[in-house]
Every structure is written in structure tokens, then in C-alpha cells.
T-cell receptor
Framework: KAGVTQTPRYLIKTRGQQVTLSCSPI?????VSWYQQTPGQGLQFLFE???????NKGNFPGRFSGRQFSNSRSEMNVSTLELGDSALYLC????????????FGPGTRLTVL | GQQLNQSPQSMFIQEGEDVSMNCTSS?????WLWYKQDPGEGPVLLIA?????ELTSNGRLTAQFGITRKDSFLNISASIPSDVGIYFC??????????FGAGTRLTVKP
């Protein structure tokens, strides 16, 4: 069974730009969650999508948004990038949701200059 | 997200030694998960625990769900160089509020 895939793996942007990250979950998983990981803050939950609906949301500003398609693939968008948005963005898929076993992708390393 | 108290923050050990790390919470959980993250990769699920007192092994790894339901332990026996990485705990209660520990960074010297 193929694992969670994320594209791109690396991204360099400048302040003020926007970025879209993509995640393909494990086949059959309907829950896709997004996390931001930084050395200082650790793993922080952004949001979860289940069957194309946002089901849970963390404490991030509205510049961070997402969506999920009918095939469960998900995208995350960050608008008006700030230097502090530099981080590893991880996507995780699960059968039951964020409170159950999650399987993480390799992440997208975003650098904002 | 909110953090669990995970300790130690880092460990430097000799190959062949055993390792212990733990996570504690001020509130009770009914799910504990342990993940390992290699540099530049996403976390990989190692062990999942769903019952207080449960002891589960995965090769040289053993994790326990504390009897108080407020803590969990991960032990690695006979460490090898590929055990290097960051180990995270995560916990939740009744499908609410999944929390992650800050991680334990393990270095194994050959």
C-alpha cells in the first residue's frame, strides 16, 4: 500500500507571495490533517479535512487555508507569506481522524526569504 | 498545538545501551501514540496504546500506557545507530484534543 505523498518536497518563496502544498493520503483514508513543525514550536495542528469538509481547526491565522477533493487529496494554501512561516509542513492521513493513528507524509520544507 | 511534557529532551548514548523516555500529562488520556522522525522526513508511527497498563512491543521497542492514564513510557533495548532520530509521544482522550510532546532527540554513538 502506498504511503502518504506530499509535493513539492522543497519550496523557496519570498515574503508576500502565496504557496500551495499538496497531499495524497493512503488509499481508503478519508481524513487528512496538516501540521506545521518548527524547531521552536514543535508540531502544531493546522486543520483536518474529512470527506471534503473541514472538521477540526487549530489556532492559525486565516492566511492558512485548505481544501479536500472528492478523491481525498488535500491542498493547503498560505497567502501573504511571512518569514515566520518557514517550516516543515506535514500532512497525515487516517481512517478515523486526528485522534486515532495517523500516518505522516515526508513533509514539504518551506523557506520564506 | 498543546504540548505534553516529554523527557528527556535529548539523549547521547553508546551503541548497545538501553534507552528510556516518557511523556506525562496533567489530564488523563485513553490513547497514547509513539512516533519516530528521521531528519528531513515525517514521523512514523511506532506503537499505539489504547488501554491503561497496556504493554506493547515492536521489535526492540516497548511502550507502556501508564496505569494512572497520565503517562506513557517508551524503551529501546540494545540501541543501534539507526535508532538515531527524534521520538514523539502523542495522546488524546475520547477523540478530543490530540496533543504532541516536544520530542526526545536520540543520538547513538557507535
Amino acid at each position: 500500500k502506498a504511503g502518504v505523498t506530499q509535493t513539492p518536497r522543497y519550496l523557496i518563496k519570498t515574503r508576500g507571495q502565496q504557496v500551495t502544498l499538496s497531499c495524497s493520503p493512503i488509499s481508503g483514508h478519508r481524513s487528512v490533517s496538516w501540521y506545521q513543525q518548527t524547531p521552536g514550536q514543535g508540531l502544531q495542528f493546522l486543520f483536518e479535512y474529512f470527506s471534503e469538509t473541514q472538521r477540526n481547526k487549530g489556532n492559525f491565522p486565516g492566511r492558512f487555508s485548505g481544501r479536500q477533493f472528492s478523491n481525498s487529496r488535500s491542498e493547503m494554501n498560505v497567502s501573504t507569506l511571512e518569514l515566520g512561516d518557514s517550516a516543515l509542513y506535514l500532512c497525515a492521513s487516517s481512517l478515523g481522524g486526528i485522534y486515532n493513528e495517523q500516518f505522516f507524509g515526508p513533509g514539504t520544507r518551506l523557506t520564506v526569504l | 498545538g498543546q504540548q505534553l511534557n516529554q523527557s528527556p529532551q535529548s539523549m547521547f548514548i553508546q551503541e548497545g545501551e538501553d534507552v528510556s523516555m516518557n511523556c506525562t500529562s496533567s489530564s488523563i488520556f485513553n490513547t497514547w501514540l509513539w512516533y519516530k522522525q528521521d531528519p528531513g522526513e515525517g514521523p512514523v508511527l511506532l506503537i499505539a496504546l489504547y488501554k491503561a497498563g497496556e504493554l506493547t512491543s515492536n521489535g526492540r521497542l516497548t511502550a507502556q500506557f501508564g496505569i494512572t492514564r497520565k503517562d506513557s513510557f517508551l524503551n529501546i533495548s540494545a540501541s543501534i545507530p539507526s535508532d538515531v532520530g527524534i521520538y514523539f509521544c502523542a495522546g488524546s482522550y475520547n477523540n478530543n484534543d490530540m496533543r504532541f510532546g516536544a520530542g526526545t532527540r536520540l543520538t547513538v554513538k557507535p
